[in-house]
């Protein structure tokens, strides 16, 4: 699912949840219900007991129980009273098991639509994405919205059914006297809006103080490493120091006046109670409104109080979730990779393929135009290589072969097979890239080789054995459940690389591109890994891009890379007659 996410995709998804949406309802029904006749009950017995004007009530109660005993009366009433409240408690505690299910579905939806969103979104945009403010849109601004929805399922139906129960009641007591309450209920809302889009302002501020806080501390602690060798961490460490008392100050404004536009809230609504008091006090003295009726209308007045906080809560909470909204929409309006079908596969049944670039144009998003018209070809089983100075554009043709970059122009074909028509988690699955900067989880050596793949012992043994990793692998304690750190701290560079390299063997792929992935190791190592790695790659296309002539001497054609073009092409003599082979292309 693609687009923004609205209140209306929130209210689509409470309704598409139905059988607990209706539980939640009936229960919240039948707890009304019960609870509206208590606060008449025991009002009445005083007019009909104390004040000693008999009616329906004891009439019924002297019937039914053969005594017009006053403690038979309160019994009874009281009995009554608490039968509605437990039942009424039971009923409630089932409407909120049945709210919260759907405030949790939705948590889940919103997540995984989230998830679902990032896990294709284009590499252009992932580059710009900070991994704090990603957490803290998919904990508290879904938590946020998910919290709006169960509000909003719990309270409004509830709260609406009680106040015209309510309203209904109060009405048949004293038309005139109802009519001033609900005349204010209008400026309680208005009011609870004005409230709640000042709240709301000031929860987006404390929101934001928290992702910069978290994106700072999460970069902090990836490159720890890195801060401690330039000797930065007071700096750093002081940077976190201000973004935390900015957070200190953005909660402080929020919680003070979220607290003042609550206890306000709370201030009118018991005002109003004191005055209408007074009021009914003056009925009982004005006209034929009995002391108890009285009593009654008063506690139903203090009963009215509950639904429209409630709905003023809710009012507030509306504006405090728009923000959330706004803030999770910007990760759904992130561009995503293009989707090609997987119409054709040039992989199946063969051992490698061939690939080939035709007329490729490409440029980073606002950027100037990185290749110019790129045309190369990797014949099936065939080895080349692209040479060039650094920032020529060899990194970045890899990265389009795999389509971590959609090309702007030109065509990318496996097998004369064009890779719209084959699908980006094909090629992904059957062409493996090796970067120089080989990634790893802060996991063990076993996970961070198969990826969570089922492997047995033997397969990933052998594969460390190509890398030559084998030997230091069972020499260590816990062998392949040893924990490497973050991103492979605790291996020397050389280490990592190889382990790469083992992972990509583990992954068994029909196309390899090498880009710069054995610059960590020294020529001696390097040029002993590729014999080690000749029986794996036999047969299988390969590119390399490289700098040293040990590595690109093995290689069956050559491509020179700079500037994004195509300079010249051939086999490795040839070039090296024409004088363009050079030890280290970064020297002039």
């Known amino acids: 699912m693609t687009g923004t996410y609205s209140f209306k995709t929130l209210y689509e998804q409470i309704k598409s949840q139905k059988h607990d949406f209706w539980r939640t309802n009936v229960y919240g029904i039948l707890a009304t219900l019960l609870l509206l006749p208590i606060p008449m009950l025991i009002p009445l017995l005083i007019d009909e007991v104390l004040l000693e004007h008999p009616g329906k009530m004891t009439e019924t109660i002297s019937a039914f129980f053969g005594s017009s005993e006053t403690w038979v009366y309160i019994a009874v009433i009281l009995v009554m009273v608490l039968v509605l409240r437990f039942t009424a408690f039971f009923f409630n505690n089932q409407k909120t098991f049945y709210a919260i299910k759907i405030t949790q579905k939705i948590s889940y939806l919103l997540r995984h639509r989230i998830l679902h969103h990032l896990e294709r979104v284009s590499l252009s945009e992932y580059e710009t994405l900070k991994s704090g403010g990603i957490a803290s849109k998919t904990v508290q601004d879904v938590e946020s919205v998910s919290g709006f929805a169960g509000q909003m399922v719990t309270t409004l139906l509830s709260a609406l059914l009680m106040l015209a129960g309510i309203a209904a009641v109060m009405l048949w007591m004293n038309w005139v006297l109802a009519l001033l309450v609900f005349m204010l209920n209008p400026l309680f809302l208005a009011f609870s809006r004005i409230l709640g889009r000042k709240t709301g302002e000031l929860l987006r501020r404390q929101h934001e103080a928290y992702e910069l806080y978290h994106e700072l501390l999460n970069e902090t602690l990836e490159l720890f490493i890195q801060v401690r060798a330039s000797n930065q961490e007071r700096s750093f460490f002081g940077l976190l120091q201000n973004r935390a008392k900015a957070i200190e100050k953005a909660s402080l404004d929020y919680g003070y006046k979220a607290s003042v536009a609550q206890n306000s809230s709370t201030l009118l609504t018991n005002t109003v109670v004191d005055i209408f008091r007074a009021l009914g006090i003056a009925a009982v003295a004005y006209s034929d409104l009995s002391i108890g009726m009285m009593i009654a209308f008063l506690f139903y007045l203090s009963t009215l109080v509950q639904p429209i906080q409630q709905l003023m809560g809710l009012v507030i909470s509306y504006q405090s979730t728009k923000p959330a909204l706004e803030r999770i929409n910007t990760l759904l309006s992130l561009g995503q990779e293009p989707h090609y079908p997987h119409e054709k596969d040039p992989f199946k049944n063969v051992k490698t393929t061939s690939v080939a670039l035709k007329e490729i ?228």
């Open 361 to 588: 144009g490409f440029a980073y998003k606002e950027g100037k135009t990185v290749l110019h018209n790129v045309s190369l070809k990797a014949e099936a089983g065939q080895k080349i290589a692209l040479i060039g100075p650094s920032g020529s554009g060899k990194t970045t043709i890899a990265q389009i072969m795999v389509g971590f970059y959609p090309s702007h122009s030109g065509e990318i074909l496996y097998g004369d097979m064009p890779i719209k028509q084959i699908g980006l988690p094909v090629v992904r699955e059957n062409v493996a890239l090796m970067l120089q900067q080989a990634l790893f989880f802060n996991d063990t050596i076993r996970m961070n080789l198969t990826l969570s793949r089922a492997r047995s012992d033997e397969e990933i043994y052998e594969a460390l054995k190509a890398a030559q990793l084998e030997t230091f692998v069972r020499q260590l304690e816990k062998g392949l459940e040893t924990p490497i750190g973050k991103n492979g701290i605790r291996l020397s560079g050389g280490q990592r690389q190889r382990l790469a390299i083992a992972r990509l063997i583990l992954s068994d792929p029909k196309i390899v591109i090498f880009d710069e992935a054995t610059s960590a190791l020294d020529n001696a190592t390097e040029f002993h890994l590729y014999e080690t790695l000749a029986p794996f790659l036999e047969g299988r296309t390969t590119i390399i891009i490289a700098h040293r002539t040990t590595t690109i001497r093995q290689a069956d054609h050559i491509y020179l890379i700079e500037e994004g073009r195509v300079k010249a092409e051939g086999s490795y003599d040839s070039l090296q007659e024409r004088g363009l082979i050079k030890e280290d292309f970064d020297k002039p």
